[in-house]
């Protein structure tokens, strides 16, 4: 077997055990950032309220150094910290503020199939990727600046 075709299989064995192999390859449609601003996607997959609050900071941190209009950032929540999103996160009103500034928030909707978590349990302002995962490889084989809080 071709070292390549190895590789891949496993890649794609791991990724169906954490709950996104059902992603096909038509579903992943990522973008570079748009022509002369920074990509930044911050990833949340912890269940501490500390880390979320940090994640938060963080983006608005990035938006007022590089200017809210030269930069697009997201929120991607997976696993465990996809309570971040929920509709009576202890932090709710900071998503609904952090939306409102012009970031993207996105939950995993693989994470919310495995816990059993319906869309009426989020925040109403949130949006959805099929993996969470998915989408943060992506934005960074894309050009975007990957940070974990």
Sequence with gaps: MERRTLIRGILFAALAAFGVGSVAAADIGARAPAAGKQGVVIQVSDDNPKTWNQALNVIRNVQNAYGKDKVEVELVAFGHGIGILKADSVIANRIDDTVASGAHVYACMNTMKGYKISKDEMNPKISYVPAG?????????????????
Excluded: F, L, N, T
Excluded at 133 to 149: C, D, L, N
């Design 133 to 149: 995962i998915i989408e943060i490889v992506e934005k960074q084989k894309s050009g975007w600046a990957v940070v974990r809080p």
